[in-house]
């Protein structure tokens, strides 16, 4: 079992990975190997402290630099659930799981907004893994929202397993085809239904299905994580990065505004710094 687990790796999980390293805990950094999307696409940072007018690369370059300096290694997966076991969090990354003491939530803020009736329908319907949920589809009508030519894979493999697909890209050059694939454009307005999903409304149509796959790069931290308290879409934390749930702590742009990297540098220290106190009471 971890002492920690970081989801995220962005600045505000590689700041508390560094801390957690110094403070010599056994951790494990999820997310993306290449970081943060948003480090890389910044054309220059004006208010980082020491790094004057630095360009979004040279950051990036920084980063991965230092962790691989203090032998930090990122775990390239992306979490599907965060679950309170009583004394210890199980995450879900795909078929894989893991334990830690504690969590980071490092995650970010979302760039596709929930699509109403998203977090209603979440397990009645709604899923955000192909692996985890596929096979409860087989033989079944499902609609896929994705948000990245890299999620094809999952897209490819619910495909595989269902009666017929309707896959919505929300991106361009998408490549999924078949036989019993559909291919519509256009964002969801709604998904709909009474006990569980029944379709999903679109502006110029309603397609009929028996569930709906949200296959996202990031999603909102209420639905990772059952019985987190958020506002706005944001994690609610307090100065030391608490969240409502013991051993469950937040940093970085969910946690609210500013999304800005120094900020969320010095929330994700503060995290990891409360994550060692935590660990020395239990």
């Known amino acids: 079992m971890f ?39 910044a054309e220059q940072i004006n208010n980082y402290p020491g ?23 990122i775990t390239q997966a992306s979490v599907t659930g965060v679950y309170d076991m009583g004394g210890y969090y199980g995450v879900l990354s795909g ?8 969590v980071i939530l490092a995650v970010g803020v979302e760039a596709v907004k929930p699509v109403p009736g998203e977090l209603e329908f979440l397990g009645r319907g709604v899923s955000y893994c192909a692996t985890c949920d596929g096979l409860l589809y087989r033989g079944k009508n499902i609609v896929v929202v994705c948000t990245s030519k890299a999620m094809e894979e999952e897209a490819e493999y619910l495909a595989s397993l269902a009666s017929s697909l309707t896959f919505v890209p929300l991106y361009k050059g998408a490549s999924l085809s078949g036989g019993n ?3 519509i454009t256009g964002m969801p307005v709604a998904i709909r239904g009474s006990q569980r999903v029944e379709s999903v409304e679109f502006r110029d149509r309603v397609v009929p299905c028996d569930g709906v796959f949200m296959l996202k790069s ?41 999304y800005q990297y120094a900020k969320a540098v010095g929330e994700g220290n503060v995290a990891a710094h ?5 660990l020395a009471k239990v």
């Open 274 to 278: 409360s994550v060692c106190d935590y």
């Open 218 to 258: 990031a999603i909102a931290p209420s639905a990772l994580v059952p019985g987190l308290n958020a506002e706005g879409g944001h994690v609610v934390v307090d100065r030391s990065c608490r969240t409502n749930l013991g051993g469950l702590f937040a940093a970085g742009d969910c946690t609210g505004r500013p």
């Open 181 to 183: 694939v559909t291919v």
């Open 95 to 102: 078929s894989d799981s893991y334990e830690s003491k504690t």
């Open 51 to 73: 790094l004057p007018a630095v360009e979004g690369g040279a950051l990036k370059a920084a980063f991965m630099e230092q962790l691989a300096g203090m032998g930090i290694s």
């Open 3 to 41: 002492d920690c687990i970081i989801i995220g790796t962005g600045p505000a999980g590689i700041s508390a990975a560094l801390t957690l390293k110094s403070r010599g805990k056994n951790f494990m950094l999820i997310g993306s190997a290449g970081l943060s999307a948003k480090i890389s696409a």
